[in-house]
């Protein structure tokens, strides 16, 4: 165990090891959830000004994901995704602290449940003994389940067991067809067609053809639905009338799409939910959809078309998915029941598994990690992405300063973090400290990784590959560093590498609740508390944390982003201005 770090908990003992925690009490009513915002809003009060003097330029960076979505020389994309990564690592605002992998632990007579490097789980050919029934913990309330508007693995998770696209994948993570029975692609790579199986259905018994593939892709990238990942139908052609060029067969039999450029991708895009289709009829039943897209699956007993359907909802308590005996699979399903458990906290979480009140559960209080690394159901898989901190850029932390001084600052913030004791200590399960936001062994679609020094590309801290050295020996490097930077931007510091009491600095820092994020927060609070810097943390449920992170309503954030495909550009796309994901604000 690293010792660095306790030392700097000795030397701040009061406000390192004690803490200002706002935790909003997990209560199963609506009420509750709304004062948590409200209590979230009002502590922030006129902090929450923005100071968009401060904030970079971004249109430079919009225009070049725009020209990496177009470019078919594999060379120079590779180094135009290079380019785009420097210029968000230049920002400060993204801070990667540590590479994703994924833990979860099942019961022994558990078989057949996989996940993949997206962190999506399947559990329609899973089978538990002689029991037809599921009991499960994913997290805590879901906070969307149309699959057009879900940006969260816990709700993919859900859409994956609830919904079906044309494509999907299998046990070795390889993409395979689902509601498609074949495709064709044009010489050019620029037309894809799709046939779809025979006599697909919706959970209700009603036909499910392609026309129900246009309707839900048109929607999904339609600028008044407001999809996060609206962005990702940016590579499909458009119609004059800016609708997305697909088109359905008038029997309904084939589903065409017309790409701006080729895409090596384009199969991973129909296998995430966003892709997925949803029921025009259950979507306009809804009162009020045009205002609230969501509305309809926002209780239980909305149709779908995957292995099981929702038909039981307590909010904030459990969920109920029973088999969908209108899914295209259904006589390979044997389990009949999921029993979701909704919960954040992984002490009761882990509880509940332990006095067999759950079989599957995709968390452990931090505490008891160490202890079950040799257990044969606890599971560590791998996992493409990156845990990360993330600055608003738009702060009124960074009031009056340029947008390179605060970029500076928040560069500074950034190296006075001990990578190294965040994932040996608090991760405990093998994670690699992060020095890029691309995380390792993401390919870079011209035969290699990304995350490499080549005769074409040389990361600026060459020998640790990256943008920094994470590592414990570089440590004291980087907290001279810091102080520089700080310095360099007027701030004064004194004898003993404190901040002046003339120019102190106070930031807040948001996250959800659970063990782990809450022991990150707090071996970063320590870390900022070793130069002055007063941090305060604030905890809130899931779907509270999640819609106040996007408005932009903090300073500092816990973050993270399991990729959608292996491609760098999915890293890279969702820091573009009209992103929905965009939650440091960049250009706003």
Not at 579 to 585: A, K
């Amino acid at each position: 165990m690293k010792t660095r770090k306790l030392m700097a908990l000795g030397l701040a003992a009061v406000t390192a090891l004690s803490p200002v925690v706002s935790v909003y009490a997990e209560e199963s009513t609506e009420a509750a959830t709304e004062a948590a915002a409200e209590s979230v809003s009002e502590v922030k009060g006129e902090e929450a000004k923005r100071s968009s003097d401060a904030a970079p330029e971004w249109q430079a960076y919009n225009d070049l994901i725009a020209q990496i979505k177009v470019e078919t020389d594999t060379v120079k994309r590779e180094a135009m995704m290079h380019e785009a990564e420097d210029m968000l690592m230049e920002t400060g605002a993204i801070v990667p602290l540590y590479y994703y992998n994924d833990i979860y632990m099942q019961k022994e007579a558990v078989t057949g449940i996989y996940s993949n490097n997206y962190g999506f789980k399947y559990f329609m050919f899973a089978e538990n003994g002689d029991s037809t029934t599921l009991r499960l913990n994913l997290a805590s309330e879901p906070d969307k389940l149309d699959p057009a508007l879900n940006s969260t693995v816990d709700g993919a998770c859900l859409a994956v067991s609830s919904f079906t696209g044309l494509c999907s994948y299998n046990e070795a993570g390889e993409i395979e067809l689902a509601l498609a029975d074949s495709y064709e692609v044009s010489e050019d790579g620029l037309t894809y067609t799709f046939t779809l199986k025979d006599g697909l259905m919706w959970s209700d018994g009603s036909p499910l053809t392609a026309k129900d593939f246009e309707y839900s892709w048109k929607r999904a990238a339609d600028p008044m639905t407001a999809a996060d990942y609206s962005y990702m139908f940016s590579g499909i052609a458009v119609n004059e009338d800016g609708s997305l060029a697909v088109e359905a067969s008038e029997d309904g039999k084939t589903f065409t799409i017309n790409l701006v450029a080729p895409c090596v991708y384009f199969l991973d895009l129909c296998a995430f939910p966003a892709f997925y289709p949803v029921p025009q009829a259950s979507v306009e039943a809804a009162e009020g959809w045009e205002e609230n897209p969501g509305l309809w699956a926002q209780e239980a007993g909305f149709v779908s078309n995957g292995a099981y359907n929702l038909v039981e909802w307590k909010h904030n308590e459990s969920m109920v998915y029973e088999k969908n005996p209108n899914w295209y699979r259904a006589d390979e399903v044997k389990i009949e029941r999921l029993e979701f458990m909704l919960s954040d906290d992984d002490t009761a979480i882990f509880a509940a598994y332990n006095a067999g009140d759950l079989d599957f559960i995709d968390t452990v209080p931090t505490d008891e990690v160490a202890n079950l690394l040799d257990n044969p159901e606890f599971y560590v898989v791998g996992q493409l992405g990156t845990y990360y901190m993330c600055f608003n850029v738009n702060s009124e932390l960074f009031a009056g300063k340029t947008p390179e001084e605060a970029n500076k600052m928040r560069k500074a913030f950034s190296l006075l973090i001990d990578r190294d004791y965040i994932a040996e200590n608090i991760g405990q399960t093998g994670q690699v400290p992060a020095n890029t936001f691309i995380p390792a062994g993401m390919l870079d679609g011209n035969g290699g990784e990304f995350r490499a020094n080549d005769e074409d590309y040389t990361y600026p801290c060459a020998d640790a590959v990256g943008y920094y050295d994470p590592s414990y020996e570089a440590y004291e490097d980087n907290l001279a560093e810091a102080i520089s930077l700080l310095e360099e931007v007027g701030y004064v510091f004194n004898e003993d590498g404190t901040l002046s009491d003339e120019n102190p600095i106070s930031v807040t820092y948001i996250t959800n609740e659970g063990s782990g994020n809450v022991a990150v927060a707090e071996a970063i609070q320590a870390d900022m508390s070793v130069i002055g810097i007063d941090l305060t943390i604030e905890t809130a449920e899931w779907s509270v944390f999640l819609n106040e992170r996007k408005a932009g309503n903090f300073d500092l954030a816990r973050n993270g982003w399991v990729a959608d495909f292996n491609d760098p550009i999915n890293m890279l796309e969702m820091w573009t201005t009209d992103s929905g994901n965009n939650d440091v604000q960049l250009g706003r």
